[in-house]
């Protein structure tokens, strides 16, 4: 998103209109009142946890109209320091059954934030080491959210999912612990399919330059600075 200051329009209504939006429509209601929770002293549903793509599409066209003033510039540099905190804090005092409920909360956000370049970096930097410090203090977690880390892999294949994609490669095949029973070693073999259809997805890519002659130089060099994290075993 560009950061610049937007002239405002006259009219709301107008501004809906140019951005194709229907004030309206359930998705739109649903996600206003999200929005507007405190000043409206309203509950209401969690459009993180419902996870309905009709009102996520609808929060991510409202994120791309939107200008970022100096105040949402601001607003953008704090909150990844306040997360930290946070993210501290939880990993030192919090019990292991409230540190595994947030585990699928980091992997939905991740492809969910508001879309200006420095907060992404800062908040997908900020996500990744807290997933890998809870799994390396608690690498049972693979296996109790191994649907959540899976279904993560398969939907972040995008350019904004790819570092994530990555670490949790290097996450499993670090921290994966084979076990002895018969449902874990079924759940063992989901993140085998999983891995093995991403390495397949990886082959046709790296196949496509090769065939003309470009090699894989590019792959080559993203596995040299992420210090071949990612090569699961």
């Known amino acids: 998103m560009e950061q610049y200051e937007r002239p405002e329009e006259p009219h709301t209504d107008a501004q809906m209109m140019r951005l194709g939006l229907d004030r309206m429509s359930p998705p739109f209601k ?3 009142q999200y929005i507007m929770r405190n000043q409206a002293g309203l509950g209401g549903v969690c459009i993180w946890e419902t996870r309905d793509e009709a009102q996520l599409s609808m929060i991510r066209v409202l994120w791309n109209s939107l200008p970022v003033t100096p105040r949402v510039s601001s607003v953008c540099k704090l909150v990844p ?8 804090v939880l990993l030192t005092n919090a019990p292991p059954e409230c540190i595994e409920k947030v585990v699928p909360l980091l992997l939905q956000r991740f492809a969910s934030l508001y879309p200006v370049d420095f907060f992404l970096n800062s908040v ?26 899976v279904h993560a892999i398969s939907t972040h294949l995008d350019v904004q999912g790819r570092l ?11 921290l994966l612990r084979p076990p002895c029973e018969a449902d874990g070693r079924a759940g063992l073999a989901m993140f085998f399919e999983a891995l093995e259809t991403l390495a397949y997805q990886a082959i046709s890519v ?10 894989g130089a590019e792959v080559d060099g993203a596995l040299n600075k992420s210090g071949g994290k990612g090569i699961a075993r």
């Open 124 to 149: 997908h930097t900020l996500i990744i080491d807290t997933l890998q410090a809870i799994f390396q203090q608690w690498p049972e977690f693979l296996m109790s959210l191994q649907r959540e880390v």
């Open 81 to 88: 320091r306040f997360l930290r905190v946070y993210f501290d």
């Open 206 to 215: 790296i196949a496509q330059p090769a065939l003309h002659g470009s090699g």
């Open 164 to 174: 994530l994609v990555l670490h949790l490669c290097w996450i499993i095949g670090e």
């Open 30 to 32: 649903i996600v206003h």
